[in-house]
């Protein structure tokens, strides 16, 4: 399991998939918060901000990673 | 591909007994799903099924619900696959599945049929194919969420032990559903449905409370089951360890029940029921 000089697109999007997904369920999620009509949504919304930070960075870590080999 | 610093695979090939526990288990899966949605959308009598309107439900909808779960659930299997191996990857996918569908399942039933001392909830969308009262892409996002979340807490705390990395996953996953749940439960949305009336227990951004108790109690769970069971698989053997696996799961299902049960008792004799929201909501 050594990384290929290479990488093929699908390779890194499956290296990105965790935090892709969910950064995916966080854009979903914000979809669904425009149709709520309360801007108070996005308050609550504010709760969740600690994970959106962890996975923000844990793609900063993958990135860093893969440019270093 | 680079191992995890923590958590390296504990095989890389497939062998015959990968190869007979996925034909086994795919096909009881399979039964399952076939059953399960005959059952929702043609027999909704047997299982007490509300049939309530929702909007933005159209077949187009639920199909694009479907594939899109499952092209996330491929990814993430792939990558888990790539990081752990083919065993490693096959537990995790079948178990966060049954795991977390089974709970969902049991909430909703018992709660259904009067089983536990009060309603819980139920799905009004989700996409074609069901788990028994769970759609089939709910159970696939647990695996996506389960092994996301378990990774980024491997990427940003490497040093971790197995427990301690599981809080870190079930911590995300739950902070993840303080938003989610009031956004995709609201009527413009209706995903599913709460049916605890809001004078009947304490509420959180109009979410019952017990709910954030259960985010965290589903994913701390399995995350800490499936950590062990690779250091059962080096030090006992696979089918030991396979087994050991899902005693623990059905074991873990019931405990949870409890939990949940017991969490909720406990929130309405020393909480008022009150709905702690922000500006409404």
Known sequence: ?69 | MKADSSLTATQTRWDPFDLKLIQVLGTLLGVILVVSTYLHFWAPDVLRVPQTPVPDNTFFDMLFMEVLTLVMSFLCGVHCYRKFGPYATMLFFVGSFVFTGSMENLMIITGRFGLIPFQSYYFNKGGLTLFFEVPTSVCLGWFVLAYSSVYLAGLLFPKTGHVARAAIAAFICMDIDLWSDPVMTHPANMFWTWLQDRAETTHLFSIPLYNFVGWFGIIFFFEVLWLKTQDWHRTMGKQKATVRFFLWVFFLIALYLAMVVASELLIRAVLPPVNFTIGGV
């Open chain 1, 1 to 69: 399991m050594n990384r290929s000089s290479k990488e093929s697109w699908f390779d890194s999007l499956v290296e990105y998939s965790p935090i892709l997904a969910l950064f995916m369920l966080f854009v979903t999620i914000a979809a669904k918060a425009v149709k709520v009509g309360n801007p108070s949504i996005w308050l609550v919304g504010l709760t969740a901000l600690p994970a959106l930070v962890a996975i923000l960075w844990a793609g900063r870590i993958v990135y860093r990673r893969g440019r270093n080999g």
